[in-house]
């Protein structure tokens, strides 16, 4: 570990989020709390001095530059005056939101092997009271302290050398720090645990693969719930009221050999719903049941409450990378509604309950078996959101995007990736011009809003190529994102239209926030290997 701290007055970095603040985020729109906003993920802000009429005339306040190449996936917290980031590895950093200068650093060594499934990544932080919660790639949670950097406790939660990392940012619920390993690319078995906040002892841990005697078991054959996947790699969700928190499960293992593992596969591809004092099941959705495909259900569980059939509920919006979005009761896991958003051919559709009624001869073969949509899924791990003041959902589709599956055999090996197949998927090569209308013959990238009360598309903004970038949306009536390309753009909430972009220079694989300083509201975002922050010029 290594730690250096410009010398600042102690109050000058005397952040204080007790749980009710972060309970109540909602309320305090000049804050950025938690990896996704608030409890309930929606990536909206009440913020309104940036709008419509005004977001043409964003400039560019500060940037700073990363020590890093690999993929900078940071969304920030922004608490009591402070911005605390990550970069890759595994630094995390306070640095003062008005100019970018950095207060201090921690820096985590890691071993001189990892392995980490897609590049050496870290998503964010979480914080509750004075302390900062970081995860890392060796499987460990590190409690710093949030005026100094300085290490308060550390915990290992899993072998590293087995395949386990910690690639998202924790989420802290009460007294209480839940997170979970990715690695089911490697044959690992999934889980979701919590650490006690002051000591980062074990308070309870959720098995998404469970064992022999143990409810679900029975959804595996033989002995592959061994190897059987199952990874969390994106910060989950909670509802104070329900006392649930939910988490979204990554694919069963080996990913495209799904010969060697029959049954349903419990719990992947999943959302599981847990009490945050407990860890118990409370209960489980499935999206994509004995998964071919490699479409974990790591997306953003994001809460809202809704009319539903003229009475208020309780709602859950879920755009998955199976291709379809999702509305469940979330009280009560119930299935209300299931609708494609981009274009799939591995489903006819879903029953009453929500299961998908999948097309014969459709998985993975030895020959190849073409897919809609591609292993990347029509959407994945980037943010999407929820505007309370349009009542739209809005998330990130890679449309008219495809793959061929191939399957072959292949034994498990530690430390080595156990995926039995692979995909060929063609993506179009990063672009640099300018945004336009139309995509290619090979798949494209959408931003899209939906009627979450019935799936059906309100509008869409095509882009040239790809995009990994999450959302956000504001009481403005302000849509930000970005894309592979290097563009961070603004549109109309309401209606698609772009209002404001910029070209940044390097790709977006990250979500934007926004927060107050001194009074005035800016917005920052990660592309290429920078954090940009921009705030509207008098």
Request: hydrophobic residues 40%; contains cysteine; glycine residues 12%.
């Amino acid at each position: 570990m290594r730690l250096f701290s410009v010398l600042l007055l102690a109050a000058t970095l005397a952040a204080q989020v007790p749980y009710s603040r972060l309970r109540d985020a909602a309320k305090e729109p000049g804050s950025w709390l938690t990896y996704n906003g608030t409890y309930f993920s929606q990536h909206y802000s009440a913020l309104d001095q940036v709008n419509r009429a005004n977001v043409s005339k964003l400039g560019l306040q500060w940037v700073f530059q990363a020590r890093s190449l690999e993929k900078f996936e940071t969304t920030p917290l922004v608490a009591d005056g402070v911005m605390y980031l990550t970069e890759p590895p595994n630094n995390v950093i306070a640095v003062d939101p008005a100019t970018g200068r950095p207060f201090w650093m921690y820096e985590h060594t890691l071993p001189e092997v990892t392995y980490p499934c897609c590049g050496k990544v870290n998503r964010g932080v979480a914080i509750l009271g004075n302390s900062i919660y970081h995860a890392t790639h060796d499987a460990k949670v590190v409690a710093l302290d949030a005026r100094t950097g300085r290490k308060q406790w550390e915990t290992t939660v899993a072998n590293y050398q087995e395949g386990y990392a910690l690639t998202h940012a924790p989420l802290a619920v009460k007294d209480k720090i839940i997170i979970g390993p990715a690695g089911g690319e490697l044959g690992i078995r999934g889980f979701v645990l919590a650490l006690d906040a002051r000591t980062g002892k074990e308070v309870w841990r959720f098995k998404v693969i469970p064992e022999p005697g143990e409810k679900g078991n029975d959804s595996w054959g033989g002995d592959s719930w061994k190897h059987g996947g199952g990874s969390i790699w994106l910060t989950g969700s909670y509802d104070p009221e329900l006392n649930l928190t939910y988490w979204g499960t990554g694919n069963p293992g080996p990913d495209w050999n799904p010969a060697v593992r029959p049954g349903d596969n419990l719990y992947t591809d999943c959302v599981v719903a847990l009490d945050a004092d407990t860890g118990e099941l409370k209960w489980h959705f499935q999206f994509t049941p004995h998964d071919e495909w490699d479409w974990d259900a790591v997306q953003v569980p994001v809460l809202a409450d809704l009319e539903w059939a003229g009475k208020p509920r309780k709602v859950m919006l879920w755009g998955n990378r199976n291709g379809f979005f999702y509305v469940l009761d979330r009280a009560t896991g119930e299935f209300l509604l299931g609708k494609p958003f981009v274009k799939q051919t591995w489903a006819r559709g879903l029953d009453a309950q929500g299961r998908p009624e999948k097309i014969p001869g459709m998985g993975p073969s030895r020959q190849g078996t073409k897919v809609w949509p591609g292993v990347q899924g029509g959407t994945n791990w980037y943010a999407p959101s929820f505007s309370p003041l349009t009542k739209l959902f809005y998330l990130t589709a890679w449309e008219d995007y495809h793959g061929t599956y191939f399957t072959w055999d292949q034994e498990y090996e530690p430390g080595k990736w156990y995926v039995g197949g692979g995909v060929k998927a063609p993506v179009p090569p990063t672009r640099r011009e300018p945004i336009v209308t139309r995509g290619t013959e090979d798949g494209y990238a959408t931003i899209r809003a939906l009627d979450p009360r019935t799936g059906e598309r309100v509008w869409e903004y095509p882009m040239a190529d790809m995009s990994e970038s999450g959302l956000l949306t504001t009481a403005g009536g302000v849509l930000f994102s970005g894309s592979r390309e290097g563009w961070f753009f603004a549109l109309d909430a309401a209606s698609g239209k772009l209002l404001w972009r910029i070209y940044l220079g390097g790709q977006v694989i990250a979500s934007p926030i926004t927060y107050l300083v001194n009074g005035k509201q800016q917005i920052s975002i990660a592309a290429g290997s920078s954090l940009f922050t921009f705030a509207v010029l008098e």
